[in-house]
């Protein structure tokens, strides 16, 4: 396994004990793709846009994001994630994609992304390495 599945002691408290609300995750979730995708150039009218809402409210986020030590932004500036903030930002893509695959296998379906952002901010790390472990035997081994 490497070292996937291993992140900060932060980072672990706040998915464990709910420290991030489930809008925090999707936001996150979207910096770090984005910032994945564009070479670490995240801008708050480009997240809006990602995330279908308001340039204000994107703003706002990001500044919650911010205190809360995972991503830096300055006034005007890029948003960047922090290193606890793309360890956690990594993690919430790694669920989202184990809970979209699990959810499409079951369908028998391509697409199940309404489902799997409704669910997926409600399991545990442990829960989601088990699902990912599940999925290994039955569908690759």
């Known amino acids: 396994m490497g070292t996937e599945g291993f992140y900060t002691l932060k980072g672990y408290n706040l998915i464990e004990h709910g420290l991030l609300t489930s809008s925090m995750e999707d936001y996150l ?61 990594e993690y919430l893509l790694r669920r989202h994609e184990i809970v979209h695959r699990l959810l499409c296998a079951v369908n028998g379906t391509q697409d199940e992304l309404e489902q799997c952002e409704k669910i997926e901010h409600f399991l545990t790390p442990r829960t989601v390495m088990n699902i990912e472990k599940f999925l290994e035997k039955v569908l690759e081994g």
Do not use: C
Not at 46 to 55: D, E, G, I, N, S
Not at 64 to 86: D, H, K, S, V
């Open 29 to 89: 979730e979207m910096i770090y793709r984005m910032q994945k995708d564009s070479e670490g150039v995240v801008r708050v009218s480009t997240l809006a846009q990602a995330l279908h809402v308001k340039p204000p409210s994107a703003s706002k986020m990001a500044g919650n994001l911010r205190a809360r030590e995972l991503i830096q932004f300055p006034r005007y500036g890029y948003i960047t994630l922090t290193e606890t903030g793309r360890q956690v930002g």
